[in-house]
């Protein structure tokens, strides 16, 4: 199990399959250098140790810029991400081409922002401390060829004067959005899915009635819906919170007997950022908190038999949750409203 910790406190990380198109992820003098001077090992990295990269332009009137030309495996929906860190230089812009398009967004590392480069493409940018920010865009690919750009600066042409930042952690994944650094050092690298189950827990499940509880929160720009259940090991009968593929609701499932008791699904403002769910069951009485409100209750509907499995999908191993969850919980009763609360 893979953890991730925000600076408080940590979740344990479930990420599908990746793999880093590039062979050298943390290596930049292998990129093509335009105006820059490429100085590794100058600074401390994310990971934590010596080794981001400082870039350093010159003084010619023109472009200053790295470049990195690769083939992706097949088109469709890549995500290009890398680490930037601010020097005297305090903005940046990362760019992908291909087919005669140019793909763009617009860094500021003073205040941690990322714009629109004029192409409508996805961009997220995250703060990851000490002024590093993982810049991410993401966007088709209709071809095999394809030039990664990072300028010195959101100009593409200007005079330089030695101004630098810091660069770290490039990485090109098939995918609508970044998963978590894979490093490379002269080949492309798998990350490989993460799937987390655990079965023969009957004891600790009370069929008839009780509260699965979770504090979680979805991956921006995920589009896929991805679920976490108590079960009895198949879709008949189960319990079941559902983050959705539009990356705003939460559905929640209830089966008994292979039927469907209990089907609501709620919009949830903070899926990306973080939400704590308390769904409670009974027959005849069912509750969906969020964040200590209630959001919706169902007074008519029997409930499943035989639970015995937690796991990371919808009760049969599909739809796997893809996310990071804080807390997991799964109590024997149908906790009151002030518990729930």
Same mark, same amino acid.
């Given at each position: 199990?893979? !953890?991730?910790?925000? /600076? %408080? @406190? +940590? =979740?344990?990380? &479930?990420?599908?399959?990746?793999?880093?198109?590039?062979?050298?992820?943390?290596?930049?003098?292998?990129?093509?250098?335009?105006?820059?001077?490429?100085?590794?090992?100058?600074?401390?990295?994310?990971?934590?140790?010596?080794?981001?990269?400082?870039?350093?332009?010159?003084?010619?009137?023109?472009?200053?810029?790295?470049?990195?030309?690769?083939?992706?495996?097949?088109?469709?929906?890549?995500?290009?991400?890398?680490?930037?860190?601010?020097?005297?230089?305090?903005?940046?812009?990362?760019? !992908?081409?291909?087919? /005669? %398009? @140019? +793909? =763009?967004?617009? &860094?500021?590392?003073?205040?941690?922002?990322?714009?629109?480069?004029?192409?409508?493409?996805?961009?997220?940018?995250?703060?990851?401390?000490?002024?590093?920010?993982?810049?991410?865009?993401?966007?088709?690919?209709?071809?095999?060829?394809?030039?990664?750009?990072?300028?010195?600066?959101?100009?593409?042409?200007?005079?330089?004067?030695?101004?630098?930042?810091?660069?770290?952690?490039?990485?090109?994944?098939?995918?609508?959005?970044?998963?978590?650094?894979?490093?490379?050092?002269?080949?492309? !690298?798998?990350?490989?899915?993460?799937?987390?189950?655990?079965?023969?827990?009957?004891?600790?499940?009370?069929?008839?009635?009780?509260?699965?509880?979770?504090?979680?929160?979805?991956?921006?720009?995920?589009?896929?819906?991805?679920?976490?259940?108590?079960?009895?090991?198949?879709?008949?009968?189960?319990?079941?919170?559902?983050?959705?593929?539009?990356?705003?609701?939460?559905?929640?499932?209830?089966?008994?007997?292979?039927?469907?008791?209990?089907?609501?699904?709620?919009?949830?403002?903070?899926?990306?950022?973080?939400?704590?769910?308390?769904?409670?069951?009974?027959?005849?009485?069912?509750?969906?908190?969020?964040?200590?409100?209630?959001?919706?209750?169902?007074?008519?509907?029997?409930?499943?038999?035989?639970?015995?499995?937690?796991?990371?999908?919808?009760?049969?191993?599909?739809?796997?949750?893809?996310?990071?969850?804080?807390?997991?919980?799964?109590?024997?009763?149908?906790?009151?409203?002030?518990?729930?609360?």
């Amino acid at each position: 199990a893979r !953890v991730d910790y925000d /600076g %408080t @406190a +940590s =979740s344990l990380l &479930v990420e599908p399959e990746r793999i880093n198109l590039y062979s050298y992820s943390d290596d930049f003098s292998v990129w093509a250098q335009t105006n820059l001077t490429i100085s590794p090992n100058e600074i401390i990295s994310p990971d934590g140790t010596l080794n981001g990269t400082k870039i350093t332009d010159n003084s010619t009137d023109s472009a200053h810029r790295m470049i990195y030309a690769l083939t992706t495996p097949s088109s469709g929906t890549f995500t290009y991400s890398i680490f930037l860190k601010k020097g005297t230089l305090t903005t940046a812009q990362i760019q !992908v081409f291909n087919s /005669g %398009t @140019a +793909s =763009s967004a617009n &860094v500021n590392l003073l205040n941690g922002t990322i714009t629109d480069g004029g192409q409508g493409i996805n961009h997220t940018i995250e703060n990851y401390g000490n002024d590093w920010y993982r810049c991410s865009i993401s966007g088709d690919l209709s071809l095999t060829s394809t030039t990664i750009y990072v300028y010195a600066n959101q100009k593409p042409a200007y005079i330089g004067n030695g101004d630098y930042l810091y660069v770290w952690g490039a990485q090109l994944e098939v995918g609508s959005y970044a998963t978590s650094y894979i490093p490379t050092s002269g080949s492309t !690298v798998t990350r490989v899915q993460e799937t987390y189950v655990k079965t023969g827990i009957s004891n600790l499940i009370n069929s008839t009635e009780g509260t699965f509880f979770v504090e979680m929160a979805a991956f921006e720009g995920a589009n896929t819906d991805r679920q976490i259940s108590i079960s009895d090991g198949s879709t008949s009968n189960r319990v079941v919170m559902a983050l959705l593929s539009n990356g705003t609701q939460i559905q929640f499932v209830v089966s008994s007997g292979g039927s469907i008791t209990v089907n609501t699904t709620q919009t949830i403002p903070t899926i990306t950022s973080g939400t704590k769910i308390a769904f409670s069951y009974k027959v005849n009485d069912f509750k969906i908190y969020s964040n200590g409100v209630l959001i919706a209750s169902d007074t008519s509907g029997s409930v499943p038999t035989g639970l015995s499995v937690l796991g990371f999908d919808r009760g049969d191993g599909n739809d796997i949750f893809f996310g990071k969850v804080k807390q997991l919980q799964v109590f024997k009763t149908a906790l009151t409203d002030s518990e729930l609360i």
